[in-house]
């Protein structure tokens, strides 16, 4: 059974920077597709980026240059850097992993909020 468990959301001004983790177990990570995806209050769930086993990343137009998505294999987690926040970063943000690249994946996290205040 594959459990995802995020971590690192919270309260930030316009402009700081977060770090969201996600830590995995029951899975052979290192081969597996993950993603990060959010959800804005009233919005459809949207990707924000992804990486694959070979750390190949896409990402949404509106966090490309602001946003990083890097996994740690030994530590058995992907982590989501985030600088240049703005306000319509504002969301809860879930971790999902699978082990081909088809989308949806099928593992979720239960998710992280994180809020940008102006």
């Known amino acids: 059974q594959v459990q995802l468990v995020e971590s690192g959301g919270g309260l930030v001004q316009v402009g700081g920077s977060l770090r969201l983790s996600c830590a995995a177990s029951?899975?052979?990570?290192?081969?597996?597709?993950l993603g990060w995806y959010r959800q804005a209050p009233g919005k459809q769930r949207e990707l924000v980026a992804t990486i694959t086993s070979s750390h190949s990343t896409n990402y949404a137009g509106s966090v490309k240059g602001r946003f990083t998505i890097y996994r740690d294999n030994v530590r058995n987690t992907v982590y989501l850097q985030m600088n240049s926040l703005k306000p319509e970063d504002t969301a809860v943000y879930y971790c999902a992993a699978d082990y081909t690249a088809s989308t949806p994946y099928r593992y979720w996290g239960q998710g992280t909020q994180v809020t940008v205040s102006s």
């Open positions: 029951g899975s052979i990570f290192h081969i597996m597709f």
